[in-house]
């Protein structure tokens, strides 16, 4: 399937199709989705990337958007599978896009990295410029709706601030208008710490081994929670920044103890002297550390 096939997709998604779609096909879409959702290391096979294509097709056809989209999402990871990144790419900046409008605060950024590491995959080849291209657009897109989204706060500011005022002439208030920002609560938070538990190794699912991988990673699952840190205390070290995400994920001490090959009692003083440094006690660190990361969110 080419990127004809992907974009007529994406476009019934959008435009909506006189469904011809028997009960019997939307049940088998409904599994192959389901299958897909399940798929703990997401090794999909040649006849996985077909039945894909058509739960992608049936979805598009009857109109269910959400569904749909996370079809083509499914079907981006499995091009990735067989080393065809520009259709990957394709699939992860229509499925991107189509996330955002829906406010989907789990797959977006999951796409988002996927074409981030398409393009670091492409570093030495001139494909690189088009992966980029693809990731740019993503990110336009998400800075349009937000900067729309402000324009329309301070319309309905201004509007309210008119009727409070002709309301209660003589009287003084003080309306103090907040920041459009993302909505991401701690229940987000947590459900994406599940997300990489469930992947199996946290340290193989946030690339241990490569402290600038790993921080990319960490960013996109965990809602920037790398960049709060080193913002919280610049003097935060490499290997305080890998603790602090461990702990976050709420790992055991013995599994943080075997990823970081440290003793159960370093790890232990570890906590101590890193939860010092962000002005907190060893007990309190996880709890330190979510407000850290969600500062953006609150007042």
Known sequence: MGRKYIYSILLAVIAGCTPHISEEDMHKADATLAC????????????DTLALQEAADV?????QTAKATKAVYHLGKAYVLYEQDSLAAVCFRQAADEFLTQSDSVYYPLSVLELSLIAE????????????????????QMIRRQRRAERSVWIVA?????????????????????????????????RNIELVLSQGS??????????????????????????QLQAANAQLSEQDI?????????????????????????????????????????????????????????Q
């Open 242 to 298: 890998r603790f602090c995400i461990l702990v976050l994920l709420d790992l055991p001490a013995k599994e943080i103890a075997d990823i970081m090959n440290l003793s159960q009692n370093s790890i232990s003083n570890k906590k101590t002297r890193t939860a010092q440094k962000l002005g907190t006690i060893a007990a309190n660190l996880r709890e330190k550390i979510i407000s850290i990361t969600l500062k953006t969110t609150k």
């Open 202 to 227: 946290a340290g193989a699912t946030l690339h241990w081994q490569d402290y600038s991988r790993f921080c990319r990673t960490a960013n996109a699952y965990l809602y920037n929670a790398v960049d």
């Open 36 to 47: 897909a959702d399940s798929l703990e290391n997401t090794i999909y096979t040649y006849a």
């Open 121 to 140: 995959r492409h570093g030495g080849n001139g494909s690189r410029t088009t992966m980029l291209h693809e990731l740019r657009f993503v990110q336009q």
């Open 158 to 190: 201004a509007v309210v601030l008119c009727l409070l005022a002709g309301a209660a002439a003589g009287g003084y208030f003080l309306i103090r208008r907040k920041p459009a920002q993302a909505a991401v609560s701690r229940e987000d938070l947590e």
């Open 59 to 63: 979805f598009a056809r009857t109109e």
